[in-house]
């Protein structure tokens, strides 16, 4: 008889990014990293997973195409997933750790887009194995570690840190919450979609030849990063904005410094990325050099944007947006802008004056903006 696990798991920003294992195999980070995790309302991955004696063979499909299941990283969370149930006794019919599996995962947003896809898909497989098996509240991330690095974030709720850990075995290398998401209720997040195809490099390629040929990134990894998530670990319990959204930006910069100082280099920001960053300094400037951080943007290894704003600042950021990138004739309102419904009345109560001072792009520039805040870890849908 057939028994079968249905759970969600959300995406996470890095705010410190990842970029570069000290091993391999086990995916262990040469720095600490700290994220946002995203709200599964408008960004999640779903994922089932079957296990029965009857089933011959085992499968994924993502986004409803079958992928290798021999793929290593996820046989490695499969075994790991399976050794913990053993040990933890609590698996209520032991016999299905040796039944076959058919996971059906799906995104609901772009896939390998430099979105965290990886991250919440290894999160979503682990926490949905660990459920199948009665082990959901065991401590999971040092397994989702082993799946993509970022995945070990996405099992906790608001903001986490990856800790890097100093063992050979990687045992210590596991992510904490550092503030649960009501601790600041009116962070929001715009995500600005340029972009929802594949990327050139992948991330694990991509860090693999920063490692080997950036000096900056050792750099960074030594001296920056270490006063970075003090700071931002300060930021968070204080809810400082300016100081968490300023290093966000030079944090997203450095990274991608880091992937120009990388040789051959890898280019995941376009000419629409750049657009994005001179729009938010000049929203940063409105109020006078120097004058607090209104809006900060990350980028991972994509072009797409994300913004982090606090709620009083939405609707004028919002009207900026619009205004510098609007939309063609074809597009309509609901494919352009998705998620939290936006407050018309106050973007259209934005002075007319100050979005005449941005200058406008060719209309089509962004895909789709996504609209939400910060959420919860991982739960059982089904
Ligand atoms: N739901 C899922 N279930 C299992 N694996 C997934 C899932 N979603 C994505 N993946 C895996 O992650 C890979 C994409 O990872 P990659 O790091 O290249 O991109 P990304 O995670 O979208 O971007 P980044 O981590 O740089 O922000 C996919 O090719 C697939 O192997
Ligand atoms: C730019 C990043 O998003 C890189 C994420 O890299 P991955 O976690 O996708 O890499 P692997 O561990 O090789 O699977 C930064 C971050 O999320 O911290």
Redesign the pocket.
């Known amino acids: 008889m057939s028994t079968s696990v249905t759970c969600i798991a959300p995406v996470n920003i ?1 705010i410190i ?3 570069g294992k000290r091993d391999d195999d086990l ?1 262990l980070p040469i720095n600490d ?1 700290i ?1 946002v995790t995203l709200s599964t309302d408008h960004l999640r991955t779903k994922t089932t997973i079957t296990a029965g004696p009857e089933i011959v063979k085992s499968v994924l499909r993502l986004n409803g195409v079958e992928e290798s299941f021999d793929n290593p990283r996820i046989q490695r969370c499969l075994q790991e997933v399976r050794k913990k149930a053993k040990a933890s006794g609590k698996c209520p019919n032991p016999a299905m750790l040796e039944w076959n599996i058919h996971v059906e995962s799906e995104n609901n947003f772009p896939t390998a887009a430099g979105l ?1 896809s ?2 919440a898909g290894y999160a979503c497989f682990v926490y949905t194995l660990a459920t199948l098996y009665g082990i959901e509240s065991e401590e999971l991330s040092g397994i989702a570690r082993m799946g ?4 070990c974030r996405s099992l906790h709720s608001g903001y986490v840190q990856w800790v890097r850990g100093e063992l050979a075995d990687g045992s210590d290398s596991l992510a904490v919450q550092l503030a649960p998401a009501s601790a600041w209720p009116d962070m929001h997040v715009l995500i600005l979609v340029v972009s929802d195809r594949k990327k050139a490099t992948a ?2 390629q991509g ?1 693999a030849t920063s490692v080997k040929t950036s000096d900056l990134l050792k750099h960074r990894a030594s001296v920056c990063v270490p006063q970075r998530v003090e700071l931002v670990q300060k930021a968070i319990a204080e809810r400082d904005f300016d100081t968490f959204g300023r290093i966000a930006m030079k944090d997203s910069n450095q ?1 991608h410094a880091i992937c120009l100082d990388t040789f051959p280099p890898c280019f995941y920001m376009n000419d629409v990325s750049r657009s994005i960053i001179r729009m938010v300094d000049q929203i940063n400037k409105l109020a006078g050099d120097g004058a607090p951080v209104k809006v900060a943007y990350s980028f ?2 994509g072009p797409n944007a994300c913004l982090f704003l606090l709620e009083k600042d939405v609707a004028e950021v919002l009207a900026i947006v619009r205004h510098v990138y609007p939309c063609g004739n074809e597009c309509t309102t609901e494919e352009y802008y998705k998620g939290i419904p936006n407050d018309e009345s106050a973007i259209e109560a934005v002075p007319q004056t100050l979005l005449e001072s941005f200058t406008v792009e060719e209309p089509n520039m962004l895909r789709y903006i996504i609209h939400t805040k910060v959420g919860d870890g991982p739960k059982r849908v089904d």
């Open positions: 890095a990014k990842y970029w995916i990293s994220s965290a990886s991250a993509s690095g970022s995945a991330s694990t860090m990274f991972d290894a």
